[in-house]
Each structure stands twice: as structure tokens, then as C-alpha cells.
């Protein structure tokens, strides 16, 4: 079954306030199974727009991702996010090679 994943590209516009989302979305990840491949590390940008924040969230399968997503406990967290961020979040399907 492939995993799934969501990734998100954010502006945070209130550091402080963005603590409390932090500290909020725990529950939901360890709920969902998720794993945090990429968290605001370095990068470049050589094509295209980003966003100064970059993350990448992987589940165990595409409908664990969808699910934490409208969970009541990432919604929660949520919350404290959108006020003070914007970007976008796509929640993707991965791929698996096929067996020879």
C-alpha cells in the first residue's frame, strides 16, 4: 500500500502564535502514524515560488494523511495555525515501483 503524504509550503507571520499550533499538532501525527521527513530545513529555490517554510509530512497510506487532516484533533491545532500563516498543504498519494 503506498504511504501518504502532505506537503506544505508556509509564510508564518506571528512566530510566537505559531508555537501554540507546535504544540498543538502532536496529538493528531502521533494518532495518524505520521513522520516528518522535512521540517523548514535549508533549501533553494531554482524554479517556480516557495514559501520560507517547507514541510513534509509522511503517513503510513494515503487515507491516514487524508484523515489526520479532518481529524477533531489536527483541526484543533489548526486552529492556531491559519491566523497567523498562509500557504498551501497537498496531501499526495506516493508511488510505489512495481515488483519484478
Known amino acids: ?3 501518504g503524504y502532505w506537503i506544505v509550503g508556509l509564510e508564518v507571520t506571528d512566530a510566537e502564535e505559531y508555537k501554540k499550533y507546535l504544540a498543538a499538532n502532536g ?13 523548514a530545513g535549508k533549501f533553494i529555490n531554482p524554479e517556480g515560488s516557495a514559501k520560507s517554510r517547507n ?3 509522511e503517513f503510513p497510506s494515503y ?3 487524508v484523515d489526520c487532516y479532518y481529524s477533531p484533533e489536527y483541526q484543533r491545532a489548526l486552529a492556531f495555525r491559519k ?3 498562509n500557504g ?3 496531501i499526495i498519494e506516493g508511488y510505489e ?3 519484478e
Do not use: I
Open 63 to 65: 487515507q491516514a494523511a
Open 83 to 85: 491566523p497567523v500563516s
Open 55 to 57: 514541510v513534509v509530512v
Open 27 to 39: 496529538e493528531a501525527f502521533q494518532k495518524f502514524g505520521a513522520r516528518h521527513l522535512v521540517r
Open 1 to 3: 500500500m503506498p504511504k
Open 88 to 90: 498551501n498543504l497537498v
Open 97 to 99: 515501483y512495481p515488483k
